[in-house]
Nanobody, 126 residues
Framework: VQLQASGGGLVQTGESLRLPCAVS????????LGWFRQASEKEREFVGA????????GYADSVKDRFTISRDNAKNTVYLQMNDLEPGDTAVYSC????????????????????WGQGTLVTVSS
């Protein structure tokens, strides 16, 4: 399984950005896919995840109501839609796959994820 996140860039406060995570090697419906971020000199933190069913998703409190994870089965891609971005959202964003996830649950801890894609930098200016 390989993951490739993209779509990062420089945006201003209040703007939106969508990050795709293209998956190869397995279909997305067989994976729990999560998004994590790491800001400079900070630990990696959970952003959100989508279950194998594609219906359930969960988010960190810091992004809930602003970020949404969706999935396109035909493109085998998961998306992180980020709205109303704030300078505190500046970080390298990475997608990760839990190869043994269940149909209806997801994990919030990084060590539960088995495969990681290369991150993409999101910078939000004030």
């Amino acid at each position: 399984v390989q993951l490739q996140a993209s779509g990062g860039g420089l945006v201003q406060t209040g703007e939106s950005l969508r990050l795709p995570c293209a998956v190869s090697g397995r279909t997305v419906s067989t994976l729990v896919l999560g998004w994590f971020r790491q800001a400079s000199e900070k630990e990696r933190e959970f952003v959100g995840a989508i279950t194998r069913s594609g219906i359930g998703a969960g988010y960190a409190d810091s992004v809930k109501d602003r970020f949404t994870i969706s999935r396109d089965n035909a493109k085998n891609t998961v998306y992180l839609q980020m709205n109303d971005l704030e300078p505190g959202d500046t970080a390298v964003y990475s997608c990760a796959a839990d190869l043994d996830g269940t149909w209806t649950s997801y994990q919030r801890v990084a060590h539960e994820y088995d495969v990681w894609g290369q991150g993409t930098l999101v910078t939000v200016s004030s």
